[in-house]
């Protein structure tokens, strides 16, 4: 995606191949989908993991302050700003090209690897806080994730 992001003209944007826009589909579709599951299951399963009761019953923003409160997550973390971002993707993508444009590369430039950022932040305080009292598949699949990240060319993420 590195060859035709940032999108600057609409008439790029129409020029894109097939091949393109299904790479732009993925990446749109898997953001949507971790920053949801992230959302609406892994912060509950954290939350309830550091001993904090009804979990299920909170508010997001909530969830967001604990996880903060305990180091899980840095202070900084705009969750809705992602949030919005995912709904405007869900319910108005391809709707005004120009604004499509402009969402799609904040969210190329920006939001993609700082989500990745997030859940690297959220498997590194399992690792070394909550590791011994997880599943052996979920530790393989935290290792695989690691793995992945190695490989990949997020080197600011890496450490």
Known sequence: MNDFFPLTTTSEYHNLSDEE?????????RFQ?????????????????????????KPILE????MK??????????????????????????????????????LFETKGLEIIHIFKEILDYIKTNLYSNIYKD??????????????SDFSDFKG
């Open 69 to 106: 409160k305990y180091g899980v997550i840095a202070d900084n973390i705009d969750w809705q700003t992602m949030r919005e971002i995912r709904n405007s993707l869900t319910h108005e993508y391809l709707d005004d090209i120009n604004s499509d444009i402009e969402l799609l590369n904040y």
């Open 138 to 151: 979920t530790k393989i699949e935290i290792n695989r994730f690691y793995e992945t990240l190695e490989k």
């Open 21 to 29: 826009i299904e790479h732009i589909d993925q990446f749109v579709y």
């Open 33 to 57: 989908k971790l920053q949801d599951d992230m959302g609406t299951k892994l912060f509950k399963s954290i939350v309830a993991n550091l001993g904090e009761t009804e979990v299920f019953n």
């Open 63 to 66: 969830i967001l302050n604990t």
